[in-house]
C-alpha cells in the first residue's frame, strides 16, 4: 500500500516535506503541493515530481486521491485544517504549533476525542533525532540515576527584525518544551522567564526559563534566537548518578591557521535532517498499522507545548514564577496506547 | 518509474541491503530475494516484504520482472554473477570486492568496454559517507592547501579466528584503498607493509601499510582486526596548509563513574548506515537516469583495490616496497564521464 | 628577598598550600606551620620542611620570623586573624570565604581603609586558572562582542552528610560568583535561587541560581555538591557575536570496552593545582613589590561573594527574586589602582 | 640547600631555562648565564635576576659558587660541555641532543662509566608531560592490554629555510624516539624513512619512519615541521585491549563565525611549558637527594636517541629498513637502580 500525500504549504518547511515524501520515504507518493500561492505550489511540485497542484487547502484535504495530510502553512492555519483533516478521517502531521492558542488545542482534541482515536502527529521532530532518544535511553537504563535537572539551549544564527523575547517564547522554546517532556515522561509545572535587559533594544533578546516539573526536577532553557555564531542545540540531562550530553556531530574537523574547528550549520536543517526523515517515516508507517507512532508527540503534547509558552508569556510579563494550568487529559492520550 | 530489486545474498550484508531497498528508499521494489539457503531468502524476504524468493542467483538475474541486481553474495561468485547481469544488460551493485583476482576483476571490465557502457557500481560505501565527502570537499576547496600525506585506521572488535595479517590487507584494507583513491584522486603506486612480530600467534594480527600515489604523497592505513575496544575508522588528510579528519560521530557523551565517555559501536552498521542508504539511494537514482552515479567506484575502481591488495600481500610476504602495477584504463572510466 | 610564610590551618589546603609554598614556588620559605592540632601541624611541617610548628595562630602571626600570613583554618576564624595579619601591616592570603558574614568582611575592609593599603588577597584561585583566565581575555579582544549571558556548573562528586541547599549556596556557590563577577567585571544586583523538589530529603541538593548584573546581563549558576560523577566545573560565556566555555584539560584518551573516555578527578586539585601554584607565586610577587597582584581578589570581592551568597540563601528560602545590596565601594578598591 | 645553577646558552632554549630557574622552582638560584654574546648573557640575567653573567662556558662550570650545570648552547658543543661537568664532578641538565653524533655520546657514557655514576640528565622533557605520563600509566595498569603499535606526529609551524628530511629525522624525531622508548620500556631495532616525493623542493619536508622494537611492536612516526596550521604533538598508544592517546589540552572553546574553535600554539612553548617546569624541578630534587631523577633521560637514552637518527638517516638514503645497532649497555644504566 501506497500513501497519497497533501503536503500543505510550499514554504521552507513544507518545500523541505515535499522532498522527503518524494525522495526519502518508501511507501509514500506525493500527490499534490498546495499553498495560497500558485507560483510556490507548482515549483514545489514540480522539483519533487508531485502529481499535482493546488491553491485550495480544504479541496487539498478533501481530494479523494490524498489520503493523509502534511500541514506545512502558516501557524494560523494548522488547527483548523487539522480539524478538516480529522473530519474526514485522515491522519495529519502537523508541523508545530499545534495552533497558535492552548484553546485552539483542545479543539483539536476534542475533535480526536469524540471520535475516540488520534489522527494527528505534531511536527516534534526532536523525539526522532538519533541523539535525543538516545538520551532518554541512556536514563531509562538507568546509566545516569535518576533525572534531577535538565539544561537546553537554543540558538539561532539570527532572527528576524522585530523578533522578540516573548516570541523566543512562543515560537521557539516550544521545540524545547517537548523535548523536556519526551524526555522526562513529565509535566512542566511551572515557569519563570528571565530576559538579559542588556538586550532589550534591537534585534538581541535572549530568554532564560528556569521550569519545575510534576516529578520535582528543575529544568533550564536558553533561548538566544540572535546567537550570531552558528545554529547549536544542546541539551544535558543530570540525573542522581551521572549525566547525559547531546553529541558533537560534526563531520569533519580542520586544522589550519592556529585553530582547530568544526562547523556549525546556519540553520536547522543539517541538525534535524534525520530527525525530520525518520519523524516523516514514522508517520506514514503508522498510516499503514494505524496504530500511532511510537515516541511522536500527539495532539495533547502539541497542547502542552503551547500551554507552556503561554505561561512562559505571562511570566515574562509579571517577572513572576507562573503555574503551568493544564486541561485534564483524555483517556486517548494515555501513554499505555490508545482508546478503543 | 520503479526499480525492480533482485538482491542475491541472505546473509548479514544482503539482509541489510534488501532492508535499504524495502524501507529506505523511494522509487524501488524489493523484488526477488536470492539465497542458495532457501530458509534464508525466505526469512530476509518475509522480513522485508519481497515479491518472491529464489535460491538461484542466475535465474533471478535473468528474471523479467527484476530490473537491477544487487550482489551480496559471497566474494567468490562476485566476479560471474555481475558478468551474467552485465550479459543481460541490467545494472549492479556489487558488494566490495569487485572479484577474488585483479584478472577476474579485469574480466568484468572487458564485460563493459565491450559493450562500450558502464553498468557496475562498487559497494565501496564511504563515498557516500558524509564525513568522507565532506573531508574531499574540503581539499578541494583549497582549506588545507594540496595535500600531501593522508593517515588511515581501520579497527574491528574481533576477526573471526584464523585471520591473518594476509587477510588484513586483502579483505580489509580495501576499503582504505578505495577510501584514499577516493579522496584525492590518485592512483596508488607502491606498497611496503609491516606487522608487528609480537602478534604473530592467535588472534592478533594488525598491519601497517606505507603506499606512495602517483602525485607524490605518502599514505599510511592501519588494519586492526583485533583492536578489541571497538569499531573504529579513522582517517587525517594532511595538507601543506593544514589537515582535515574525520569527525567524532557520538550521539551523546555520559558522564558516570569519575569518566567521560563516548560508545564505540560493536559493528560497521551504525558508523555507515547512512553512507550504505545514500549509496543505494544514489544507485537507483542512476538506474533512473541511465547517468553513472557521481562519486560511486565503478568497476575500473573495483579493479584497483583489488590490485592494490595484492601487491600488498606480495610485500607483506617478501618484506619490501612493492610496485602496483596496473592494467591500462579504458576511457570508459575516465572521470570526464562515459563513453558513448 | 625570600618572603618567610607562616601557614595557618594544617588541614587539606593548609598541606596542599605548605606544599606549594616549600615546593613550587621561588622566593618563598615555609616559615611556621600552626594548626590547634599540635600534631597535624607537625605532620604537614614535617612533610614540607618548614622551620617551625605552632598551635597558636595569633602568635605565629606576630612571630618576627614571618613576613607574610596564608590563612587555611576553619571559616569561622578568617576574618578575626585576618584582622590580626593587618594590624600588624603583615600581608594575608585568606583561603575563601573572607568571612562568615558581609559585616564581618566589612571590617576587614574598613581596616584596610584605616590604613588606606590593601593587605589582603582572598584565595579564589580561578582568577588564575589559565581557563579562566583565557575566558576573560578572549571577551577583551572582542572576540564574541559584549557579553549577555554565562552559564555556570559547579559539580562535586559527593557532599558531606547534612550538606544542604542552602550551604551549596554558601559554601560553593562563592566560587562561582566570584568568577563571574572576575570573567565580566560587573556586580551581581539580583539572585533567583531554584531547588529541584525531588531532592529534599537526604544527600542531595542542587541549586539553580539565575542572577541579573549590573550591566544587565543574565547569570545562572548550578551548584551540584553531590554530582556523583566526577569534579566537574564549567563555564560559557555568551557574547553578542559568539561564546566561549573552558576546555575540556584531559591529558589522555582511553578507548576500551565500547567507549572513548577522558577522565574526572575525584575532587578539585587536579582540576585547579596550576590555579593555587599561580595564585600563590602572584601573591608572593606581590609582597616582594608591594603592588597587589593583578587579577586577584582582595577584600572587596571577598565582601562581595558573602553578601552575594546572603542573598542567595534569602531567595532560596522566600523563593523570590532578591536584590543584592552592597555597601559602597571605597576607593582603595577602584580597578585603576590603589589609594594613596 | 639551595642549588646554584649555571644556564650555558642565552638563545631561546636558555633564557627559557634561566626563567625557570629563577622564577618557577624552589631550591634553586640562577647564579650564572654564560653566552659567548655577552649582551645575550646580560639581557637574560637580568631579566632573570642571575647573579653573574660569563662569555665561557668552561670557566663558568668550573666556578666555585656553581653546583651544577644546565647546558643549553648549540647543539655542538653539547658533548664536550658535558664531559668537563663530569669531570668535575657537577651535575648536568643538557638538552638535548647530547651530542651530534653517536660516538660522542658514547663518550660521555664512558666518561660517566669510568667514574661509576650518572651525573647527566638529557633534556627529553615530554617525559616530564603528564599526559605522556599518563599515557605510560594507562599503559603500566593494564587498562589496554600489551602494547603493539604506537603512532606519533609530530608537526611544527615552520622550519627555518633548507631544512629538509634529514635534518627532521636529526633534529625533530629524536623527541619522538625517545617518547617511544619511556612509554615502552623498549629498544628501537629498526627504523625505515619514507619521504612524499611531492615536497622535495623547497620548504616542505616531512618524513613518515615505521620503526620496530625489541618487543616486536611496530611504531610510526610523522615529522612534518611546516604543518602550518600550528604546533601539534599527537600519539596514540595501540594494546591488545584498547588504546590511549594524548588528550586535547585546549584552555578554552570559542564558537563564532559558524565554527567552534580551539586554538594551536605557535610553538612548543606553551604545549610543554608544565613539563620544561617538572623536569627542571625534578633535576634540582635529584641533586639534593643524589639520585637520578625517576622517568628522566639518561645519558644512555641521549646516545640511544642519536643512534636512531643516524640508521632513520641511512634509510632515507637507501630506501631499505635498517637496523639500529647500540652499543652494549652498561650496567650503570639498568632500569633497576645506579651501580655503587
Ligand atoms: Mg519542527
Ligand atoms: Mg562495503
Ligand atoms: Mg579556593
Ligand atoms: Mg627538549
Request: with cysteine; aromatic share 6%; glycine share 8%.
Amino acid at each position: 500500500m501506497t500513501v497519497r500525500v497533501a503536503v500543505i504549504g510550499a514554504g521552507i518547511m513544507g518545500a523541505d516535506h515535499a522532498r522527503i515524501v518524494s525522495e526519502e520515504l518508501a511507501g509514500a507518493d506525493l500527490q499534490v503541493v498546495c499553498d495560497v500561492s500558485e507560483a510556490s505550489a507548482r515549483r514545489v511540485a514540480e522539483e519533487n515530481s508531485a502529481q499535482d497542484v493546488s491553491t485550495d487547502p480544504v479541496a487539498a484535504i478533501r481530494r479523494k486521491d490524498v489520503d493523509a495530510v502534511l500541514i506545512a502553512s502558516p501557524d494560523a492555519t494548522h488547527a483548523s485544517l487539522t480539524l478538516e483533516a480529522i473530519k474526514l478521517g485522515k491522519p495529519v502531521l502537523c508541523e508545530k504549533p499545534l495552533a497558535l492558542t492552548s484553546e485552539d488545542c483542545l479543539a483539536v482534541i476534542e475533535a480526536e476525542c469524540a471520535i475516540g482515536r488520534q489522527f494527528v502527529q505534531v511536527g516534534f521532530m526532536r523525539r526522532f533525532d538519533p541523539s535525543y532518544v538516545d538520551m532518554k535511553d541512556t536514563l531509562c537504563a538507568g546509566k545516569i540515576g535518576g533525572a534531577i535537572m535538565m539544561h537546553n539551549f537554543h540558538r539561532n544564527v539570527e532572527a528576524p527584525a522585530g523578533f522578540s523575547g516573548l516570541m523566543a517564547i512562543t515560537n521557539s522554546a516550544p521545540h524545547e518544551f517537548d523535548a523536556v517532556r519526551y524526555v522526562l515522561d513529565a509535566e512542566i509545572v511551572s515557569i519563570s522567564a528571565f530576559e538579559p535587559k542588556r538586550c532589550t533594544s534591537g534585534a538581541c533578546n535572549p530568554v532564560v526559563l528556569v521550569m519545575e516539573t510534576s516529578e520535582g526536577q528543575l529544568i533550564t532553557v536558553e533561548v538566544n534566537n540572535n546567537a550570531a555564531y552558528g545554529y547549536d542545540v544542546r541539551a544535558e540531562l543530570v540525573g542522581k548518578e551521572g549525566a547525559v550530553s547531546l553529541g558533537g556531530l560534526a563531520a569533519v574537523r580542520v586544522d589550519r591557521s592556529l585553530s582547530s574547528s568544526v562547523a556549525y550549520a546556519a540553520d536547522w536543517r543539517p541538525r534535524f535532517h534525520e530527525a525530520y526523515r525518520l519523524q516523516n517515516k514514522a508517520w506514514i508507517a503508522s498510516i499503514t498499522t494505524g496504530v500511532p507512532a511510537a515516541g511522536a508527540a500527539n495532539a495533547w503534547d502539541g497542547y502542552c507545548a503551547t500551554a507552556i509558552a503561554e505561561a512562559g508569556a505571562r511570566s515574562l510579563e509579571s517577572g513572576e514564577k507562573t503555574r503551568v494550568d493544564l486541561a485534564e487529559r483524555s483517556a486517548l492520550y494515555d501513554p499505555a496506547g490508545t482508546a478503543a
